[in-house]
């Protein structure tokens, strides 16, 4: 038993476990299916949130662009769906069947050469993650070995996000252009429109999101992760003891890209649908913000953070249509002027100290003497310090009169 309370402090498994248990039971049987289902598609942005953490809270690199590496994994999903959903039996009043709608209304006689591997499902599952880590290499290995970094790296993730976003509203007839990618009605013949499906997806992106946690949280405990956490520190430091600090942060950027795309995927697969809306800066910022919402140095915490702020800009946006980017704004603000570190650093400073003061306090408060017992400790007393009472005085003296005589 002792073990596994010193498992669960150490490797901070305690908090994961109590998303866990909030995420597989209480939720499940608290909410319905369509609320739940909003809470899966909330998760799905906690796999960004986490990948931040790593890149930005542990590597000390900002990238504002994690929405590009959220939307390929994501379009990379959608590719396979939409040709799953566009054989020639369901296109037969298209010009030309068996190609996506979209492409028929440009005018696109045949698929693209590039569209053809998406037609596997071992192939699309393999570029939702390859795809986006692929560019984060090439962006990462070229601006980290010329030492790029801070505010600059910033600027330059956001300039990919809005060149990706107009590179594919841009070229209508092979991405579906600002409509983007709709109707994604199965997987392998299982419709994922229906009720069960839309639970199995749920509990699907759940286990995918705590694996994750815990393969960053293994990183952490690492020695790369030790390595990750000086040179964000003291970058010049770890370099001159002999480590290639740009391949870590090369390593830290791929290992956010490779989570978002995840999220991106699972995000199709629950909503159906995906689109160059959350590609572009303005959802690549909002990503930052869940992180920064749930700190940034906390995976846990991030988790908190996507399912807070996402809850906030549904609940918002239903009940103060005219005023909810204004209230988001000031959620925002009051977190983080409130709470620099975020959910997880007001747990660090104020719940954990007084759980702390609450479990000591049994132990330091003195119990009350038994009956009796406090005229037996009032007599000891003297002369356990060392001073006699006068009844000791006499019958000493007594004794040394008698051995005398």
Not at 5 to 21: D, E, F, N, P
Not at 102 to 116: A, V
Request: proline share 5%.
């Amino acid at each position: 038993m002792d073990a596994i309370k010193h498992w669960l402090t150490r490797g901070g498994y305690g908090s994961l476990l109590i998303l866990a248990v909030l995420l597989l039971v209480v939720f499940p049987l608290a909410m319905d299916l369509f609320r739940l289902n909003l809470v899966g598609k909330y998760l799905t942005y906690g796999f960004v949130a986490i990948g931040l953490v790593m890149l930005w809270g542990y590597g000390g690199v900002l990238s504002l662009g994690q929405g590009v590496f959220f939307g390929l994994g994501g379009y990379a999903m959608a590719m396979f769906l939409k040709l799953e959903a566009s054989d020639p039996e369901s296109t037969k009043i298209q010009s030309t069947p068996g190609i996506p709608d979209f492409m028929d209304w440009n005018q696109l006689t045949e698929l693209p050469w590039w569209w053809e591997p998406f037609n596997y499902l071992p192939f699309a599952l393999f570029a939702v993650v390859a795809v986006p880590t692929l560019l984060a290499f090439i962006i990462g290995y070229a601006m980290f070995k010329r030492r790029v970094g801070g505010v600059y790296f910033a600027i330059i993730t956001q300039a990919v996000a809005l060149i990706l976003t107009v590179l594919i509203i841009g070229q209508q007839g092979y991405t579906g252009g600002v409509n983007g990618m709709t109707d994604l009605r199965t997987l392998m013949g299982w419709d994922i429109r229906t009720d069960e499906a839309k639970y199995t997806l749920y509990f699907v992106t759940v286990f995918l999101l705590l694996g994750s946690i815990m393969l960053c949280r293994w990183i952490q405990l690492s020695k790369l992760g030790t390595l990750l956490l000086a040179m964000r520190d003291k970058e010049d430091r770890v370099r001159f003891s002999g480590y290639d600090v740009s391949m870590f942060k090369v390593f830290a950027f791929c290992l956010a890209a490779a989570l978002s795309a995840i999220g991106g995927a699972m995000f199709t697969l629950q909503v159906g649908f995906m689109s160059p809306s959350f590609v572009g800066i303005v959802p690549s910022i909002e990503m930052v913000i869940f992180a920064a919402v749930g700190g940034r140095m906390s995976l846990v915490g991030a988790v908190y953070g996507a399912l807070l702020v996402n809850f906030g800009k549904t609940y918002f946006s239903e009940s103060f249509p005219d005023l909810w980017l204004f209230l988001m704004a000031a959620l925002f603000i009051g977190v983080v002027m409130a709470f620099p570190n975020g959910l997880a650093g007001l747990y660090e400073s104020h719940v954990k100290p007084w759980l702390t003061r609450r479990k000591a306090a049994p132990a330091t408060t003195p119990e009350p003497p038994a009956p009796g017992a406090e005229t037996t400790a009032n007599t000891a007393s003297p002369t356990s310090s060392g001073t006699a009472s006068p009844t000791s005085k006499i019958s000493i003296s007594t004794k040394v009169s008698s051995q005398s005589a």
